[in-house]
């Protein structure tokens, strides 16, 4: 099976649902797994963004702290947040910095905050992007939050939690393969592997569809106002990219399709055992607006 | 106004790049002024830019890229990309791969819409947008274009094999026609395989095109190979991988229920993909080989 050549005919013989998963599953990414179940909180405000949207911090705070109390049924925020680190942690927030469309710093600032509440010293925290192979305290991290904004991308369909740790390989461009399927390979390595305690998708102004390699389209990114929460970076991105199929076939009539499928998630799944990306098995709490919620 | 390249303040930490020294980007367009500084990529050091997507240029022979922002009081600011490419069918082919929307008569070809503008000329293909939006910013960046074209001395040839594909009598789609020259690119487009069945290289040219064939879009793939061996090699390629079951036949009703045929004509390959009709299939495929070039 290894040397199987995949085609685009294979796609045509199944359905086009379980298309992708016959292609994922026929010995490429390897076999299927039991069936566990993830949780995902999607959390919503009207106000969270003003005028030429203005990223309102004291909103945020209080969507963040609602997202992870629900995601781990604690009766307050910051018993959540102290289940996530303790004291002795040092904690790296790889965030994005894409200079079109990066983490809003009112997120970061949010999530750094409690990090501090929950008593991890301000030297043991830090947040970068790019520098996170020369920064000591992602080089030293026992802990890790994985934050960025929710996008389309050139080469791996989505730009969402599980690509965000590209940063942490010297050879990014060897992770594009397969519409970047080895992505999930990374979560593996030691620098990462097992630290992430909390994966979040800024969805305020995602971005629904793209072109090339440095695209950014105003007409394609939308105020949606949300963050998406969970400890299962894959689950989190399918949601993800299920909002982001969902907005463009709103918006075009049809499912138009990316420069790529987002075939990295499916293969985080299936191949790495990094979560869940099947929908069906993904317990989706929706909190705060609902109104255009899509999903 | 306009400034040479080598007066620029580079930026700290990048690597000068190789632009032609002929080209002197404006200094100033629709009241946005060049900042002073200028930031230079090679192919070593594009990946620092574009974010993990720098292959879509690499692909396409890319030299350099030179980067400048200008600032306009009370406006946003407006940025520059200028990528020279080894030539300028690769620089149509960057242009044509991601072309969706209106011409503005900017360079050999352009397009505008939502706030980008890009075009090609010569060897290079530039995009201007600016990090905010509004009518004065528009006007700006097409303004800011045209300056930046006039700076660009020389325009240079559209590929050839470009001309060799039906037109609009048989349907051709506006905006649809690729330039590629990888198998990569073209998955991208149209994915066909995960491996490069059609031996596609550097030294390979493809052209991708939608026709609308009752009302169905069809896809043509026309690619010239550099010898009549590495076209005979890779239309052996394909066939193999992806019509097994024609057995010596040029065309196979796929499980789409459509229509697929291949054909070799000297260096150059012939693919009709999703045809409705063996009929429709068999007109396109006759209507490219009729512009292919005589004698071959």
New interface residues.
Partial sequence: MKDKIITRRDFFRVTAGAAMAATVESGILGEVRAEPTAKVVLIRHAEVLGRQDKVQGEILQSMLDEAVKNLLETNQPMEAWKRFFKSSDVVGIKSNEWHRLPTPKELEAAIKRRILNAGVAEKNIGIDDRGVLNNPVFLNATALVNVRPLRTHHWSGVGTCLKNYISFVPDPWSYHDEGCSPLGKIWTYPIVKGKTRVNILSALTPQFYGRGAHFFDRRYVWSYKGLIVGTDPVAVDAVGAHLLQTKRIGFFGEDRALDVAPVHIMAADKKYHLGVSDMRRIQLIKLGWMEEVLI | MVWILTGAVSMKGEEKGKMNQEISLPSEAGGWRWDGKEMNYDSRTL??Y????????LAYGFQSLTVRRFEKSNQPPMMV?LYEMASSEDAYGVFS??H?DEAVGIGQGSEF????LRFWKGKCFV?V?A?G?GAEVESGILTMGRGVSNSIPAAGAEPILVGFIPGKNVGLVDKSVRYLRSH?LL??RY?????N?LNLNRKTEAVLAQYLQDKQKTQLLLIRYASLKEAGDAYQSFMK??LPEAGGRDRLR???RKWTFARQRSEFVVIV?GAPTEADAEALLKATEKKLPRGR
């Fill in positions: 990946f620092k574009i974010d993990g997507a720098a292959e879509l240029y990309e791969f991601e969706q819409g939502g706030g980008l995009s947008y990090e939006e990569v998955n991208q994915f066909i395989a995960h491996q069945i991988a992806y796929t499980e789409d993909f």
